[in-house]
Structures are given as C-alpha cells and as structure tokens.
C-alpha cells in the first residue's frame, strides 16, 4: 500500500481500488463494528459510509483514491500548521502517492472546503463535489467560532452529559478531543478570514449538495452558534448555477444524514459518470 508524506513529515497510507476515471476521496475506509459502531450510529453517523461509498464507486467503474486524512489528523494534530495550504498540499501529496496526475475529488463538510481550496491551487482536478458545505455563503465566521468554542473545552472540559447521545445534539455527546486536535481546526479557520469565495470560478463540472435540514443551531455551551450549510445554497442557488455549478438540496436530511453513504452513492454515481 503506498504511503504519502504530509507537509509536517508525517505519512498516512493510501489506498486505490476499482480502474477508470480517477476520484480522489480523503476519507478512511475501515470497516468499524461493535461498540463503537454503535456509539456513532447513535449520534447519527453511519460507521462504515467510507467503506461503503469507496466500494460503490469502484464497483461503479471508478478507480477510487482513499486515505483517512481527518483520522489521521486525530491521530497526529497539527495544531500550529494546518493551514488552508498545508491541506492543498497534503490533498495533492496523496493524489502523488496514488500516481494520480488527473483526479476528481469528493469531500464532505470541511473536507469540502478542502476541495475548494485546492481548485485554486493546482490545475490537476477533472471535477469538484462539495457536500455539506456551501461554495457560497460559507460559514466561516461561525466555523471560526465553533473551532475556538470547541478549542476552550478542551482545555476546561464540562462534566460529561447524563444521557443518552441525541442525533445533531452537540451538547449531548461527551467532549474528547485535545487541545491539539482543537487548535489545528482553529489553525485552518483562521487562515481562512481572508478568503474571497466569488474569486473562485473553477473551470471544470462542480456539484454542491446539502441536506435541505442541514442548518446547526449550536446550544449555549457553544456560545449560541449558527451554522448555516443548506441556507447559503438557497440564497445564491441562481448565481451558482449561472457559473455552471449544479446544486441539490436533499429532502428531509440534516448533516449526518446527508453525508451517509445510502444517501450520497445514488447522487455521486451518475453525476460523476455523466461528468467525467
């Protein structure tokens, strides 16, 4: 299996399966079961979706580029260098490691925020998927906030909640991550103030999809936050369209729901078949 080296020294191994147009997805593909899976399928999340959409894809007749980057990044934090162009530049590392010169690539929610970046950084992409994250309209602000929230109870963490997880529920899951797994999304919201979304008009077939629900309202432990994914995709639908963008508003689906495998196979599979 080869191995790509990250802007920090750190490597992270990569996976291909499947032949045909190359798709680059940067997500682990572990099948998890037991306790766990049932800890995550209680807040929403499905366990296995990477390995499933993998699989699809590559059944589908796509040669599929995997690599757990968020769990790596759990396992390894950068607090202090995950910039927007330390994750362009670790995206394109893995894409190397693959032998992938060309590649379409699908991220969901930051990770889609990570594609964004990388289509004003390389010319090597085919096609750009954004799920659950808006090209338009993106909640950095908020995001910022959040990041920052998260990174403060971190370091002073709350007494663990008394019951049961609750799906989009935030303040119902108990807080585990480090300072250091905190700080380096604070790193990469931060590098991101500047950011002017409408410079960017990539020249290739783009896709944005959201849950239609996918709009958090944070609870008092978080400041009150709001984060909007689905909203920014109904105001600048129109705008979006006009620069060859496609969007797609999934009905009844938050943001768990809409990152699941079930739902987002059916959407990926033609569209990537049609556009690549």
Not at 101 to 129: K, N, P
Not at 252 to 264: E, G, I, L, R
């Amino acid at each position: 299996m080869p191995t790509a080296e990250l802007h920090d020294g750190s490597t992270i191994e990569v996976a291909v399966r499947g032949a045909g147009p190359t798709i680059l997805l940067p997500i682990g593909t572990s099948v998890i079961e037991g306790e766990q899976a049932e800890a995550m399928r209680a807040w929403g999340a499905d366990p296995n979706s990477g390995h499933t959409l993998a699989t699809g894809l590559a059944e589908a007749g796509f040669h599929v580029v995997t690599a757990g980057y968020e769990g790596h990044l759990d396992a390894h934090p950068k607090p202090l260098t995950l910039n927007a162009d330390a994750v362009a530049a670790d995206l394109l590392s893995i894409a190397d490691a693959a032998g992938a010169d060309r590649f379409a690539y699908y991220g969901y929610s930051w990770l889609a925020l990570a594609g964004l970046q990388l289509t004003i950084r390389t010319d090597r992409l085919t096609a750009l998927v954004m799920g659950g994250y808006p090209p338009l309209g993106g909640p950095y602000e908020a995001m910022l906030g959040v990041t920052r929230t998260a990174h403060r109870l971190a370091l002073d963490p709350p007494p663990p909640p008394t019951g049961p997880a609750v799906a989009g529920d935030w303040d119902s899951v108990p807080l585990t991550r480090t300072p250091d797994q905190t700080q380096q999304y604070v790193t990469l919201y931060e590098s991101l103030r500047d950011f002017d979304e409408r410079s960017v008009r990539p020249d290739i077939p783009c896709l944005a999809f959201a849950g239609e629900e996918d709009d958090i309202q944070y609870g008092e432990a978080w400041d009150d936050a709001y984060v909007a994914m689905a909203e920014p995709l109904r105001r600048h639908r129109e705008e979006l369209e006009s620069y060859g963008w496609e969007v797609v508003l999934i009905p009844k689906a938050d943001h768990m729901v809409a990152m699941q495998a079930a739902t987002v196979l059916p959407l990926l599979t033609p569209w990537f078949r049609s556009s690549l």
